[in-house]
């Protein structure tokens, strides 16, 4: 009679752990049917080990309940972060497509003042070349060095030593200086 009562007992608390409607039941508010059955149950019961097995289920049945919605509440609060952390990687990988065109955009401006630049030089180096050398170098001796230096790499080898011996020895140390740090391309054969 005990181990029956006791199977009952199990039987009814299977059924309750069992039944999806009880978890369904319990996040909306309504009664489960095992809740409605508890009363039964309830009465069934005749033992203190009995009474004191149904609490410590019921307990247990509380703690997974509250777990559960615990996790919940994490799980969408991680869908919100998830969101909004997709938000800023779209937003920093626009900056960065916006950045590389404007750094693109730099480059071409750069590029083609440079380009424009080396042309005046060039120009200008062909202009000094066919001039007397005593009056290119008077003109070049009162010019930047820098400025000077790129226009006579840009010249022949024989206009350009044809300026130089007529500068000073000075200047010509600070040119031939700078000359050997020109990178090969702009030195003219």
């Given at each position: 009679?005990?181990?029956?009562?006791?199977?009952?007992?199990?039987?009814?608390?299977?059924?309750?752990?069992?039944?999806?409607?009880?978890?369904?039941?319990?996040?909306?508010?309504?009664?489960?049917?095992?809740?409605?059955?508890?009363?039964?149950?309830?009465?069934?019961?005749e033992?203190?080990?009995?009474?004191?097995?149904?609490?410590?289920?019921?307990?247990?049945?509380?703690?997974?309940?509250?777990?559960?919605?615990?996790?919940?509440?994490?799980?969408?609060?991680?869908?919100?972060?998830?969101?909004?952390?997709?938000k800023?990687l779209?937003?920093?990988?626009?900056?960065?497509?916006?950045?590389?065109?404007?750094?693109?955009?730099?480059?071409?401006?750069?590029?083609?003042?440079?380009?424009a630049?080396?042309?005046?030089?060039?120009?200008?180096s062909?202009?000094?070349?066919?001039?007397?050398?005593?009056?290119?170098?008077?003109?070049?001796?009162?010019?930047?060095?820098?400025?000077?230096?790129?226009?006579?790499?840009?010249?022949?080898?024989?206009?350009?030593?044809?300026?130089?011996?007529?500068?000073?020895?000075?200047?010509?140390?600070?040119?031939?200086?700078?000359?050997?740090?020109?990178?090969?391309?702009?030195?003219?054969?």
């Amino acid at each position: 009679m005990k181990g029956q009562r006791i199977i009952r007992i199990v039987s009814a608390v299977l059924l309750f752990f069992r039944s999806p409607v009880c978890l369904l039941h319990s996040a909306t508010g309504e009664k489960s049917i095992p809740e409605q059955n508890e009363a039964a149950i309830e009465t069934r019961i005749e033992s203190v080990e009995e009474r004191r097995i149904v609490a410590s289920i019921r307990k247990e049945r509380s703690n997974i309940l509250q777990q559960n919605e615990e996790l919940e509440k994490k799980r969408i609060a991680l869908k919100t972060l998830e969101g909004e952390v997709d938000k800023k990687l779209d937003q920093l990988k626009k900056l960065r497509l916006e950045l590389r065109n404007y750094l693109a955009s730099k480059e071409k401006i750069i590029s083609t003042d440079e380009k424009a630049r080396l042309q005046r030089i060039k120009n200008l180096s062909k202009i000094y070349e066919k001039m007397d050398p005593i009056q290119a170098a008077a003109v070049l001796a009162a010019l930047d060095d820098d400025i000077t230096m790129s226009l006579l790499a840009q010249m022949r080898k024989k206009s350009a030593a044809a300026i130089m011996d007529i500068l000073t020895q000075e200047k010509n140390a600070r040119l031939t200086t700078e000359y050997t740090a020109l990178p090969n391309k702009k030195q003219k054969h």
